[in-house]
T-cell receptor, first 113, second 115 residues
Framework: GESVGLHLPTLSVQEGDNSIINCAYS??????FIWYKQESGKGPQFIID?????DKRQGQRVTVLLNKTVKHLSLQIAATQPGDSAVYFC????????????FGRGTSLIVHP | GAVVSQHPSWVICKSGTSVKIECRSL??????MFWYRQFPKQSLMLMAT?????????EQGVEKDKFLINHASLTLSTLTVTSAHPEDSSFYIC???????????FGAGTRLSVL
């Protein structure tokens, strides 16, 4: 479950726009994926999850898309609000294994009012 | 949803002292707890995984004598940073999972500053 630390990519959007945050995962055996939101100085919060037998899942204002062919995950946030400003992490898990997720490097979302 | 409480949220200590951080699952039994370290603008780095009643499993490169983890009950795990030095200054975050092993619920984190 080790993550590689590099400076975070940043996505800047205007309030009301839709945001798309992307994540590439590495393990073909991963079958469960989670998006977390981390606000400054706080711990990550669960947003939405998806299993590998699905390619899309919707929540409230959020949609996660999974493309297993290219090992890509995305989080779409509709009508982005200033309160959505945070760092977003994807995490991948192989549920038949140790239940220790591997976290992506994260994307910093900045929403301008 | 499941709530994980982490305490303290911020601690400043002198070099050479030890600091204990508590992580509690408030409304569920945490069969597994995780401890992470996070540097500014970086992702979470897993330090160790602990199951209730057994010794923690440390990730490669993490000194188990430096970062003591105790998971004595299904609702409490502690991380003690022993003989802290300025390079130990960081943001430490715990998480816990219960019956739904796939999902971890995170504490709010502890900012440790070692002078």
């Amino acid at each position: 479950g080790e993550s590689v630390g590099l400076h975070l990519p940043t996505l800047s959007v205007q309030e009301g726009d839709n945001s798309i945050i992307n994540c590439a995962y590495s393990n073909s055996a991963s079958d469960y994926f989670i998006w977390y939101k981390q606000e400054s100085g706080k711990g990550p919060q669960f947003i939405i999850d998806i299993r590998s037998n699905m390619d899309k899942r919707q929540g409230q204002r959020v949609t996660v898309l999974l493309n297993k062919t290219v090992k890509h995950l995305s989080l779409q946030i509709a009508a982005t609000q200033p309160g959505d400003s945070a760092v977003y992490f994807c995490a991948e898990l192989a549920s038949g294994g140790s239940y220790i997720p591997t976290f992506g490097r994260g994307t910093s979302l900045i929403v301008h009012p | 949803g499941a709530v994980v409480s982490q305490h303290p949220s911020w601690v400043i200590c002198k070099s050479g002292t030890s600091v204990k951080i508590e992580c509690r699952s408030l409304d569920f039994q945490a069969t597994t707890m995780f401890w992470y370290r996070q540097f500014p603008k970086q992702s979470l780095m897993l330090m160790a995984t602990s199951n209730e009643g057994s010794k923690a499993t440390y990730e490669q490169g993490v000194e188990k004598d430096k970062f003591l983890i105790n998971h004595a009950s299904l609702t409490l795990s502690t991380l003690t940073v022993t003989s802290a030095h300025p390079e130990d200054s960081s943001f430490y975050i715990c998480s816990a999972s219960g019956l739904a092993k796939n999902i971890q619920y995170f504490g709010a984190g502890t900012r440790l500053s070692v002078l």
